[in-house]
């Protein structure tokens, strides 16, 4: 960090000492029935999500996160925020909101609660060095707080500072590493103008930075040049608009997404998408059918917004509120109200998995439009993107992404190599009673092959899941471990017996804390974008934790 980076983030933490901080409610979600929702509302006070267990969402001023276990999110005053979680164990998950003080300078120093406008310095999700370390200061306040003791309630207004002091921390680290924090506004300034004419001189004067270091730390931290960023992000909103439909003109599109050079447009669409605007508006208008779950990871891909995918998956859901797809269709889980369901639709496409559609429906199915089912079993994700691709004519968009894939599973590989060293990692996923070591066909593709992490021994690469006890997994001897726990509540029982025995104290995963939790949807689905997805998940994990 250069000399004047380092007096920004001096300028911005010394306001702190200008500051007072009180706890005002704390709510403590514990156990599997439990579920807990913010309703859509302009913040009035500060509030912390600390996610010690369970899954979830959060839209803060209309972006979409994942809530994930070990992170820890903070919202201010006069955000839009909605959110909600579910599915906790006993660590739960903790719900805070606080009031920030500040001097006003008069000489009876007389303190005002700031509503708008507030200057405490971190906002949005931060990955904790040290999850373990948050939960007990949370129960510790929890415990404080329903104390009769009024110097005991006192004393969880102290370990409320303190993990104030322990949050900043993190984020003081996190933004320290190759000007993160200039870079992180940047990108969101791109977000916001990206209508307008923007030059590298221009946003390196937004980060404060020379036009060359502007350059070289931005392609650093997210693998791409600053205008290539910005032309991604460009197509990406006239593909949105494209999608919606209407009678918007090329000309009109590219005009609003920041071109003004028609022909220029057109080859910066295709080179990104991989297929010419003109085509692309076309077959959006086709009506798509996910018939299976992994389907929709594949359309995704294949930048189809499939018309109906099935209800009783997480995906479904998930999908429509990332990307405002309120026209989606959710689909029955009955095959026979499921079918007529599509064919009342009158799709233009349905796409399915051969090896769970009986050939009979296969064949019924095909009569209600033209039909594919991906064969499944002797083919890898990536035969299975070309395959559906080959079917819908979008061979192009195929190899398009898959190439970006390639591009950006190298740069997560380098920015967590610092993390990880020579670190072995082991991906167990707990399902009922069963404990299972991932490889081959899941999530073990992404980190094993892809972005060239170390198994543990003992692993079988081979395998799609490795079936193993408990007390086997001392036997691995892991450096690391990423936890995935299904929601039901067997496995959820399974992953309390666990955590609560000495062999998992004995892990030396565990005793190093370096143990990383995954939601188990929808990151277990093996098809293209989950994995595209995953790699976003591997830098939040990983990247700066060294």
């Known amino acids: 960090m250069s000399d004047r980076e380092k007096n920004i983030k001096n300028t911005e933490y010394a306001s702190l000492e200008g500051m007072s901080f009180k706890l005002r409610k704390m709510e403590h979600i514990q156990n599997q029935r439990n579920h807990w929702e913010l309703r859509l509302q302009f913040m009035e006070s500060h509030m912390i999500l600390v996610a010690a267990s369970g899954q979830g969402w959060l839209t803060i001023d209309g972006k979409f996160t994942e809530l994930r276990q070990g992170s820890v999110y903070v919202c201010l005053p006069g955000q839009l925020v909605e959110a909600a979680a579910h599915s906790f164990d006993e660590r739960g998950f903790y719900h805070m909101r606080f009031d920030v003080m500040e001097d006003d300078g008069s000489s009876v120093h007389t303190m005002q609660i700031i509503n708008r406008n507030s200057p405490f310095p971190v906002k949005g999700e931060l990955v904790v060095t040290s999850p373990v370390s948050i939960n007990a200061l949370c129960e510790s306040i929890c415990q404080c707080l329903l104390d009769e003791n009024h110097l005991n309630r006192f004393r969880g207004q102290i370990l409320f500072q303190e993990m104030l002091h322990t949050i900043l921390q993190n984020a003081l680290?996190?933004?320290g590493n190759d000007s993160e924090a200039a870079l992180e506004y940047v990108k969101g300034y791109m977000e916001q103008h990206y209508q307008q004419e923007l030059t590298i001189d221009h946003l390196a004067k937004v980060a404060g930075m020379s036009t060359r270091h502007f350059m070289r730390l931005f392609k650093k931290r997210h693998g791409?040049?600053?205008?290539?960023?910005?032309?991604?992000?460009?197509?990406?909103?006239?593909?949105?608009?494209m999608r919606i439909g209407g009678q918007n003109r090329l000309r009109d599109i590219a005009r609003h997404v920041g071109y003004h050079d028609d022909i220029y447009f057109r080859r910066k669409f295709?080179?990104?998408?991989?297929?010419?605007?003109?085509?692309?508006?076309?077959?959006?208008?086709?009506?798509?059918?996910?018939?299976?779950?992994?389907?929709?990871?594949?359309?995704i891909a294949l930048q189809v917004n499939p018309s109906a995918a099935p209800a009783d998956h997480p995906w479904t859901d998930y999908y429509k509120r990332k990307?405002?797809?309120?026209?989606?269709?959710?689909?029955?889980?009955?095959?026979?109200?499921?079918?007529?369901?599509?064919?009342?639709?009158?799709?233009?496409?349905?796409?399915?998995?051969?090896?769970?559609?009986?050939?009979?429906?296969?064949?019924?199915?095909?009569?209600?439009?033209?039909?594919?089912?991906?064969?499944?079993?002797?083919?890898?994700?990536?035969?299975h993107l070309r395959l559906v691709a080959q079917f819908l004519d979008k061979t192009a968009a195929a190899e398009a992404w898959l190439e970006a894939y390639d591009r950006k599973a190298l740069f997560v590989s380098e920015q967590v190599k610092p993390a990880f060293k020579n670190d072995s990692l082991l991906?167990?996923?707990?399902?009922g009673e069963r404990y299972h070591a991932l490889g081959s066909r899941s999530l073990g593709t992404v980190f094993y092959d892809d972005l060239q992490l170390t198994p543990p021994r003992g692993v079988d690469r081979l395998k799609e899941d490795q079936q193993l006890t408990q007390a086997q997994l001392a036997d691995f001897d892991a450096d690391r471990l990423l936890l995935i726990v299904d929601e039901d509540?067997?496995?959820?029982?399974?992953?309390r017996t666990l955590m609560n025995s000495e062999q998992w104290r004995s892990l030396k995963a565990v005793r190093n804390n370096r143990v990383d939790f995954?939601?188990?949807?929808?990151?277990?689905?093996?098809?293209?974008?989950?994995?595209?997805?995953?790699?976003?998940?591997?830098?939040?994990?990983?990247?700066?934790?060294?």
């Open 518 to 546: 995954l939601p188990s949807y929808p990151w277990v689905e093996y098809s293209a974008f989950i994995h595209e997805l995953m790699l976003d998940e591997a830098l939040k994990l990983w990247r700066d934790r060294a």
């Open 270 to 299: 295709k080179q990104i998408s991989g297929v010419p605007p003109a085509a692309f508006m076309k077959n959006s208008s086709q009506k798509i059918v996910a018939y299976n779950a992994s389907n929709i990871g594949q359309l």
């Open 323 to 383: 990307y405002h797809m309120n026209a989606l269709l959710p689909l029955s889980s009955n095959v026979l109200i499921k079918r007529e369901e599509i064919r009342l639709a009158s799709p233009d496409f349905i796409i399915g998995v051969d090896t769970l559609v009986p050939a009979d429906e296969q064949a019924m199915l095909k009569e209600i439009a033209p039909a594919y089912f991906v064969p499944w079993k002797d083919n890898d994700w990536r035969i």
């Open 224 to 241: 791409c040049g600053a205008i290539d960023y910005l032309a991604i992000f460009r197509i990406k909103q006239a593909q949105q608009l």
């Open 173 to 175: 680290h996190a933004q």
């Open 427 to 431: 991906i167990l996923r707990i399902t």
């Open 489 to 495: 509540s067997l496995s959820q029982a399974s992953w």
